[in-house]
């Protein structure tokens, strides 16, 4: 999120948990036909401040909410008509085009996109910082809990 390069993710599978964030904090995501997204967590019984924050910041609260609470996965045609991937395009064609994207922002002036990016992602670096202090004092609750039990 605050590299002043392009950064691209590329999906040729499931992204879940984690892997759905990362792809999600990208600048651009190309992902196969048959790829997914997927904020399980809820089905771990372990909340997910920093994926509901990055939903709700890039997608809003209905997405937030469909995602976050119910778990399910999210196929990549829903991924784009939500505007959570940039395209999808068959497997055998997922290279050249995210090439072809990394190609398109790369040769944007390095310093405006930089500076853009930097903008544009503000509202989504504070609610993450907010999301890392609250999984904080989750975990400490957690574990004064389990001492005390």
């Known amino acids: ?48 401040f920093s994926g509901a924050n990055i939903l709700e910041v890039i997608g809003g609260r209905a997405l937030a909410l469909d995602l976050i609470q119910s778990g399910r996965r999210m196929p990549a045609h829903e991924a784009l008509a939500r505007g959570l991937v940039a395209a999808v395009v068959p497997a055998d064609e997922l290279k050249q085009a995210a090439t072809a994207l990394a190609g398109t922002l790369g040769a944007k002036e390095p310093r405006v996109f930089a500076d853009n990016k930097q903008w544009i992602n503000r509202q989504l670096k504070a609610a993450l910082l907010e999301a890392r202090a609250q999984h904080a004092r989750h975990r400490k609750a957690v574990a004064a809990a389990e001492s005390a039990a």
């Open 1 to 48: 999120m605050d590299s002043a390069v392009p950064v691209i993710a590329v999906l040729n599978g499931i992204a879940s948990g984690g892997g759905a964030m990362l792809a999600l904090l990208a600048d651009a995501c190309v992902a196969a036909e048959t790829a997914s997204l997927s904020l399980p967590e809820i089905d771990l019984g372990i909340p997910t």
